[in-house]
């Protein structure tokens, strides 16, 4: 079967950083993309990977590793408002997004 | 623009009852997609459609029926609300359903099915 493996919680202080790790075993892969949702919202697209390496935007970093179907994002600076849910999601070899349960992050001051 | 939009917000079912899901976007997107989302669980593709006049199953598809007669408007259908129902859906929209294509959501209806 497909699956997508991420931590249920995380918690980091404010200012400091926080790496969420996402591991993969699907049927074929052709891209990952993380989101972000907020309590009560819907998900937004933070990064999209399909490459190995590191993706930098901003405050904000997504690495990829096929070979080891692994890949986590990078917060920087973390600030209150990244209090979110990160959903890794990963496209398999029929173009079909497979979801993970995503990581609950809890900022503290 | 005001992307992918749904109506309603918030709704109580009793079982057995029907309602119908309307998502509606204006970015010319082809391609829509309804899903469901649990606590604990990812979010979970119910149906999809690849462009107006066309629908398939996703990965939950059973007690939902849908319609893209609008390029525009995605209908979700549930015939007769079971408490399993009970969840919170999401509808999204692509340009295309190529590997690097940003998937956008609406805000998201919270069913509630007693």
């Known amino acids: 079967g497909q699956n997508i493996d991420q931590p249920t919680e995380m918690t980091a202080t404010e200012g400091a950083i926080v790496q969420i790790n996402c591991t993969y075993q699907?049927?074929?892969?052709?891209?990952l993309f993380w989101y972000q949702q907020h309590a009560g919202e819907a998900p937004t697209f933070l990064s999209y990977?399909?490459l190995d390496g590191l993706e930098e935007k901003g405050r904000f970093s997504s690495f990829l590793s096929r070979s080891k179907g692994y890949s986590y994002l990078l917060l920087k600076e973390l600030q209150m408002k990244d209090s979110a849910s990160y959903l890794c999601a990963v496209i398999d070899s029929n173009y079909q997004l497979i979801w993970g349960a995503g990581t609950k992050l809890i900022i503290k001051p | 623009n005001a992307g992918v939009t749904q109506t309603p917000k918030f709704r109580v079912l009793k079982t057995g009852q029907s309602m119908t899901l309307l998502c509606a976007q204006d970015m010319n997107h082809e391609y829509m997609y309804w899903y469901r989302q649990d606590p604990g669980m990812g979010l979970r593709l119910i149906h999809y459609?690849?462009?107006?006049?066309?629908?398939a199953k996703g990965e939950v598809p059973d007690g939902y029926n849908v319609s893209r007669l609008k390029k525009q408007n995605f209908l979700l259908g549930l015939e007769s609300a079971a408490p399993s129902q009970t969840s919170v859906y999401f509808c999204?929209?692509?340009?295309?359903?190529?590997?690097?294509?940003?998937?956008?959501f609406g805000p998201g209806t919270r069913l509630t099915v007693l």
């Open positions: 699907t049927s074929g892969f052709n891209g």
């Open positions: 999204a929209s692509t340009r295309t359903s190529g590997s690097a294509d940003t998937q956008y």
């Open positions: 459609s690849v462009g107006e006049g066309t629908t």
């Open positions: 990977n399909v």
